[in-house]
């Protein structure tokens, strides 16, 4: 089945500082979503992309479908202490009925 | 809040036993979607519902089934439990019009099976 690749695994920043996650696949995506959990949660959607190239932002968050459609990126600015949480990418191929998840990115913000 | 809703929130049984989880989605969503969350498997998607139809089968095990019923809520039914399928069960919706890959979770049901 479609396999997408997430990285980091998990990451150690400090308030204030700018993030970026990605999620790579070898197959061509249509779609791209990106959630956050927080623990005890469930996901909540961030920001769903549509088109290749298509730059898409929600108030700290930017995210990017990438060109190749085979990758995605999230960016999260002057992180704070609520960011905090796994954060997951999710793509549609146009093969599959079904959204593929990521493993999930583990953010930690430090004081 | 999502506007999907899930009961119970937590539920501890014993291995063997049978128990049913319920979901309501979204106003106006027909598609509902079941996930497994385990903390060595992420989010496993199980079974999906379009209007009271089964629509698309994932990793769903055969002592699992799950219905949607005329009112959209659905359920899940876990019989024969054993101690692996202790996770997360998540329940999402979506809108069959525009959009409907954006799936909006509900807050899970964490099962415990001992």
């Known amino acids: 089945g479609q396999q997408l690749n997430q990285s980091p695994q998990s990451m150690f920043i400090q308030e204030g500082e700018d993030v970026s996650m990605n999620c790579t696949s070898s197959?061509?995506?249509?779609?791209w979503l990106w959630y956050k959990q927080e623990p005890g949660e469930g996901p909540v959607l961030l920001i769903a992309?549509?088109?290749?190239?298509e730059l898409t932002s929600n108030g700290r968050l930017t995210a990017q479908f990438g060109i190749t459609r085979k990758d995605s990126f999230l960016n999260i600015s002057a992180s704070i202490p609520s960011d905090v949480g796994i954060y997951f990418c999710?793509?549609?191929?146009?093969?599959?009925?079904?959204?593929?998840f990521g493993s999930g990115t583990q953010l930690t913000v430090l004081p | 809040d999502s506007g999907v809703t899930q009961t119970p929130k937590h539920l501890i049984t014993a291995t063997g036993q049978r128990v049913t989880l319920r979901c309501s989605p979204r106003?106006?969503?027909?598609?509902v979607y079941w996930y497994q969350q385990s903390l060595d498997q992420g989010l496993q998607f199980l079974i999906q519902y379009y209007n009271g139809e089964e629509r698309a089968k994932g990793n769903i095990l055969e002592r699992f089934s799950a219905q949607q019923f005329p009112d959209l809520h659905s359920e899940l039914n876990l019989s024969s439990l054993e101690l692996g399928d202790s996770a997360l069960y998540f329940c999402?919706?979506?809108?069959?019009?525009?959009?409907?890959?954006?799936?909006?979770f509900g807050p899970g049901t964490r099962l415990t099976v001992t």
């Open positions: 999710a793509g549609l191929s146009g093969s599959a009925r079904q959204l593929t």
């Open positions: 197959s061509i995506f249509n779609t």
């Open positions: 106003s106006g969503d027909l598609s």
């Open positions: 992309l549509y088109k290749a190239g």
């Open positions: 999402a919706s979506s809108s069959r019009q525009g959009l409907s890959y954006e799936q909006y």
